[in-house]
């Protein structure tokens, strides 16, 4: 596995939660030990915390977050990552899907292994980047997807596998499927990420926002090496809808 490189895209506006327009990776959610005056304190932990500290535990030395010029509340927080353990860097742009936020970061990632994980989601345990990581590198593969059980398939990316992790079956939020696990964490080697770009290129501009997912799919026909694996005791919290926001902050 080459040198491992974070991505988090924090560039969207956060509409779900109308209307409420701050930035949904700042909402408190949860506590933490924090020393204040030499005495440990619990303190609110934010929600993109969460996601920096699991790619941290994987043993991620570096961190793009791609964000949009109104977040500055974002960079103020995380600074330059030190108190976490990690560099982050920052690309500031308004991009205009997921997929272009992570192409932004093209020169700085084209030679490495990414992980991405979302901002504005809580994925436990904390060891679960670790987990998917450990289990890409002994499936060789050229992406991996650590998946979450869900009955919400309307709302995010399903995906089946066969006996060996293969993916088999991978649809973008429908309205009926029989699968019953998310993806909600990727890990993948620079032939995705050389995919992705040549993706962007040739799809001409449409009002439809361009799914990370079309390039899974797109790995597929290919025939790519793509894996996907459970997560073991994996909870996913979507903190960008509301009842998923009360579900965290009750649960955590």
């Not at 330059?80 to 899907?97: F, K």
């Not at 979450?148 to 995906?159: A, Y």
């Not at 290129?201 to 459970?230: H, I, S, W």
Request: glycine fraction near 8%; charge should be positive; aromatic fraction near 8%.
């Amino acid at each position: 596995m080459k040198k491992l490189i974070g991505i988090i895209p924090a560039a969207g506006s956060g509409t779900r939660l109308f209307p409420y327009n701050g930035g949904k990776e700042l909402l408190p959610v949860g506590t933490q030990p924090v020393t204040i005056n030499g005495k440990i304190e619990d303190r609110p932990k934010v929600v993109s915390q969460y996601i920096i500290e699991a790619m941290v535990e994987a043993g991620v030395k570096h961190i793009i977050i791609i964000t949009n010029p109104t977040k500055h509340k974002l960079t103020g927080l995380h600074l330059d990552g030190c108190m976490y353990g990690v560099n982050i860097s920052y690309i500031i742009q308004n991009p205009i899907s997921m997929a272009h936020s992570i192409d932004l970061a093209y020169e700085w990632i084209k030679s490495s292994t990414v992980i991405i994980g979302m901002p504005d989601t809580i994925i436990l345990p904390r060891d679960c980047i670790k987990q998917l990581v450990q289990q890409h590198n002994h499936g060789n593969a050229d992406i991996s997807l650590g998946l979450f059980p869900t009955d919400k398939s309307h709302k995010f990316g399903m995906i089946k596998t066969d006996n060996d992790s293969n993916i088999i079956y991978h649809e973008d939020k429908p309205a009926n499927t029989d699968a019953s696990m998310m993806w909600g964490l990727a890990i993948w080697e620079p032939c995705f990420t050389k995919m992705l770009r040549e993706h962007i290129k040739k799809t001409p501009p449409t009002n439809k926002e361009m799914a990370l997912g079309d390039v899974f799919d797109a790995m597929l026909a290919r025939r790519k090496k793509c894996k996907a694996y459970p997560i073991a005791k994996g909870k996913y919290y979507d903190i960008g809808t509301y009842d998923d926001y009360k579900r965290a902050i009750s649960e955590l």
